[in-house]
């Protein structure tokens, strides 16, 4: 049984990169796409909207269900696996012909196991990490490239092919996941005798007042990302870009924040949590507010997906960090699930609602965007607090 602690961050990249890389993979194979194949089968924007907003939506809840059993038993790769497995399932089943209700019930059980396996998948990484936690970022950065290419790739390909080709790359890559997994060392648990130690004392070395500013940070960003993740294909498209062009555009947003992720490491050293968030989320607004005056300019498109390395990169590394800190060891599957059901739950959830309603090919979507993301800048710079290291 592998030792994690002798590791080097070397080893330990090359155990958890994989599982980073296939899962992402697939997020850019779900997400951008996503409207443009339920456009294909015939649904309307708002039953894309509330499609979307399930899917997201069951953040709320879908991460706690893998979490209760993972931090009583430390067990959480098991549970990555079941998962993995369900997911592929679900996204075969996307092939099949239905109305809005079949479509709804297949994506939202795919929702559920894709976002109750994220928190598993956190929580491994900052285990075998360890003393390395700060350098999650070039680790996370492969889950961005596997991301960078599929979209890519896809973009072109769907100049070429039908949409129906997506649920079936979706299912190859589910099982790429689960072979990824057995790379990572079997003892990536708590001890026993530590989970015990920890018991009693947890809560009460956890700072709750920066725990909720920080989750309300990220449910309002989450709410402005809404629209980008649903709508920004249609957007384009509308605007007379081809696939291959918005493949590419979405791309190179991610291939910004893989620079963010390989310095992110280094800027934890010079810069405080509050001062890296409040920056992203300020470039963040600016963001929001070009792509809502957007035409036909692919120049400014570029500088905006350029901007994306702020918006994710930045944010989501300080909210990783973040709650890396304000939770001990023991408590690592709650708040990283804790993380998930706020952002990519409640806010997903409500902002793709809002979105759907919104929408109408304008860019008002990015109008409420920029709005969500100046009043959390707002609240990061005023609530973002020091708080205690859990070490």
Not at 329 to 348: A, D, E, I, K, T
Not at 371 to 389: C, D, E, N
Request: aromatic share 16%; proline share 4%.
């Amino acid at each position: 049984m592998t030792d994690i602690t002798t590791l080097s961050f070397a080893q330990k990249s090359r155990r958890l990169s994989p599982m980073y890389a296939a899962y992402f993979t697939l997020f850019g194979v779900f997400t951008p796409y996503l409207a443009r194949y339920l456009t294909a089968q015939g649904l309307t924007p708002q039953q894309i909207g509330v499609i979307v907003a399930t899917v997201f939506g069951v953040n709320v809840f879908a991460p706690f269900l893998f979490t209760l059993i993972s931090d009583r038993t430390g067990q959480r790769l098991p549970l990555i696996r079941i998962g993995y497995v369900l997911m592929g399932v679900f996204y075969l089943l996307a092939l099949k012909s239905g109305d809005f209700f079949w479509y709804l019930t297949v994506f939202g059980l795919f929702g559920v196991f894709m976002s109750a396996v994220l928190p598993q998948m956190e929580g491994v990484a900052l285990i075998v990490l360890g003393k390395d936690r700060s350098r999650y970022g070039q680790i996370r950065l492969w889950g961005s490239a596997g991301y960078v290419v599929i979209v890519w790739t896809l973009g072109a390909a769907l100049d070429r092919y039908p949409v129906t080709i997506l649920p079936v790359i979706g299912a190859v890559l589910c099982g790429l996941m689960w072979a990824s997994t057995w790379l990572i060392p079997k003892e990536t648990r708590l001890r026993a005798e530590d989970r015990t130690a920890s018991k009693g004392l947890e809560n009460a070395f956890i700072d709750w007042p920066q725990v909720v500013i920080l989750m309300a940070v990220v449910f309002l960003w989450q709410l402005g990302l809404a629209p980008y993740n649903t709508f920004f294909d249609l957007f384009l498209k509308d605007r007379g870009f081809s696939a291959t062009t918005i493949g590419f555009l979405i791309s190179f947003g991610s291939i910004c924040e893989i620079v963010v992720f390989l310095f992110i490491a280094s800027w934890f050293q010079r810069f405080s949590e509050r001062l890296l968030i409040v920056f992203a989320l300020g470039i963040t607004v600016v963001r929001w507010v070009l792509l809502a005056n957007l035409e036909q300019s692919f120049a400014l498109a570029l500088l905006i997906q350029g901007m994306h390395a702020l918006t994710f990169g930045v944010v989501h590394s300080v909210a990783i960090h973040r709650v890396g800190r304000l939770f001990p060891p023991s408590r690592q599957g709650f708040g990283q699930g804790l993380y998930v059901s706020m952002g990519m739950g409640v806010g997903l959830i409500c902002g793709n609602l809002i979105a759907g309603w919104l929408w109408q090919g304008t860019g008002i979507v990015y109008w409420f965007a920029a709005a969500m993301a100046l009043v959390a800048t707002l609240l990061a710079y005023y609530g973002f607090k020091p708080i205690r290291s859990q070490g």
